[in-house]
């Protein structure tokens, strides 16, 4: 039944998508009816790993089975710019990037790396989205990036039996969520998995005490890098991250196994067979892990809280996205403007949305794709919120600052989880390390 429905959605989008006449029993053609996509081979590169790139796999293999193409995934890990890079210098560019950050999406562009998206595709993106996504894909007044995948960065999500045992409440303040995490570890349980081996997961935990605290101003400015990473609000944001970085007690591990903990090392230490803690923070992808991986139920197994409000402010709602664009130099230019038209529709949405560990900003996208009441709630959150939704920051610093792996504010932040004792000293250096990357 599943894949009955995965099939007629496939197929509805197509006939969106690419004017396809045919469901099923004749070829569904591509470019408008031209050509058909029969025998055809696309590549499509992303960072994706593990239950991300499987449940991926399944929006691929769905536009595969109704166009007749070959939809092959390189997974290039953290390091997407350099990744990518290195095979447009080899001659091996791949069709469709999936493109994980603002600021390497305009690196790209400004590269001349990216061909524009195509009408149909803008037109769809003009209907369905809220302007924001747009904006976001956008470099210098030419659209090329279609947000597929968002994500809700500002959730923290934790095992119900670990909060009932040690007697505790969901947190609505950051303060009250250090007490919380005092108590859990009381009670036997560490309170916090943190996934320091891979810096972005502690951007993310900058980003939403600095939005609280700093408010959303200051935060547009900062992202823009228009006031200097050693303003007093950096320092303060710092400081208050650093409250939970020097309490030995409150990380799974310690800081020095936090260090060697990526993403899904950090999940599974909360929903894994052997529980080291009590809670995680990270984006509504955690879902998708703990159901796939570890075979938890969403909403009874696991759940989350909104990450809380910090210092008098409002509660944070950072997102995050990946935005699929064409190359220039990739081989199969038909076949890749088929497939991102495809990916603008619900239905393709819609088949990961089945799926897990997914959701689209794209407002068509019928809420009951979505496999539980959790993510339902989150996915409708996200598209509730419009514009007014604040994107990763890191995400839109350029990616020698903020996007790759051993340098810029990854690196820096990860040296302050080692050593969180000197606020300013870090704010320094991630000062240096943004002037630097400005430059080029």
Not at 184 to 191: F, K, T, W
Not at 220 to 246: E, N
Request: aromatic residues 10%; negative net charge.
């Amino acid at each position: 039944m599943m894949r009955r429905r995965i099939t007629l959605a496939s197929c509805t989008a197509l006939a969106l998508a690419m004017g396809a006449t045919a469901c099923g029993g004749g070829d569904v053609s591509a470019g408008g009816g031209d050509k058909s996509l029969d025998g055809q081979t696309i590549t499509v590169a992303g960072v994706w790993s593990g239950s991300e790139q499987k449940n991926f796999q399944k929006v691929l293999d769905a536009f595969g089975e109704e166009t007749g193409a070959k939809v092959q995934f390189v997974s290039t890990g953290d390091n997407v710019s350099t990744v990518v890079g290195s095979k447009i210098e080899g001659g091996n560019a791949p069709d469709v990037v999936m493109v994980p950050q603002v600021g390497v999406l305009k690196q790209f562009a400004k590269k001349g790396w990216l061909k524009p998206l195509s009408k149909k595709t803008e037109q769809a993106v003009d209907a369905n989205y809220a302007s924001v996504w747009k904006k976001y894909g956008s470099v210098d007044g030419s659209f090329y990036g279609l947000y597929f995948k968002a994500a809700h960065k500002s959730t923290v999500w934790y095992s119900p039996e670990a909060l009932d045992q040690a007697g505790v409440k969901t947190p609505k303040t950051y303060e009250e969520m250090l007490k919380a995490g005092e108590t859990v570890s009381d009670s036997g349980l560490d309170a916090f998995s943190v996934a320091g081996q891979d810096g972005w997961t502690l951007t993310d935990w900058f980003e939403n005490i600095y939005l609280s605290q700093a408010g959303p101003q200051k935060y547009d400015r900062l992202a823009t890098h228009k006031i200097k990473w050693t303003d007093p609000s950096v320092v303060d944001a710092l400081t208050t991250l650093g409250k939970l970085f020097k309490d030995e007690q409150l990380i799974a591990g310690g800081r020095k196994e936090a260090l060697s903990t990526d993403f899904p090392g950090s999940v599974e230490k909360v929903f894994g067979p052997e529980p080291k803690a009590g809670m995680v923070y990270e984006g509504d992808f955690v879902a998708g892990v703990a159901k796939d991986q570890f075979d938890k139920k969403i909403g009874e197994d696991a759940d989350f809280f909104p990450f809380p409000a910090v210092g008098g402010g409002k509660a944070p709602v950072v997102s995050g996205g990946d935005a699929a664009v064409a190359l220039k130099d990739g081989k199969n230019q038909k076949g890749a403007t088929a497939f991102l038209e495809y990916l603008a529709t619900p239905e393709a949405a819609a088949v990961w949305a089945e799926a897990g560990g997914f959701l689209s900003p794209n407002k068509k996208v019928d809420l009951a794709s979505y496999g539980d009441d959790v993510t339902r709630e989150t996915a409708k959150s996200l598209v509730d919120a419009g514009n007014s939704v604040r994107f990763d920051m890191s995400d839109q610093a350029p990616a020698a600052f903020g996007g790759t792996k051993g340098m810029g504010e990854w690196k820096l932040l990860q040296d302050f989880l080692r050593d969180p004792s000197d606020p300013k000293a870090t704010a320094r250096r991630l000062e240096a390390a943004a002037a630097k990357a400005d430059k080029g």
